[in-house]
């Protein structure tokens, strides 16, 4: 975590948001990203794929 990360978690905290939900939080953006590292990695798979037919 970053500093910029970390003051924004304390700013949340402050404001009334719990640990919990900023965890809960991270962890869905966490899953977002592997869901998009894969959808990355399948696309430059099929653009590879067709540069390799060409």
Do not use: I, K
Request: charge should be negative.
């Amino acid at each position: 975590m970053n500093n910029f990360e970390t003051h924004d978690a304390a700013t949340d905290l402050a404001d009334g948001r719990t640990a919990y939900s900023l965890a809960r939080e991270v962890l869905g953006l966490r899953a977002q990203v592997e869901e998009l590292r894969r959808t990355l990695a399948s696309m430059e798979a099929t653009e590879d794929e067709e540069l390799a037919d060409e």
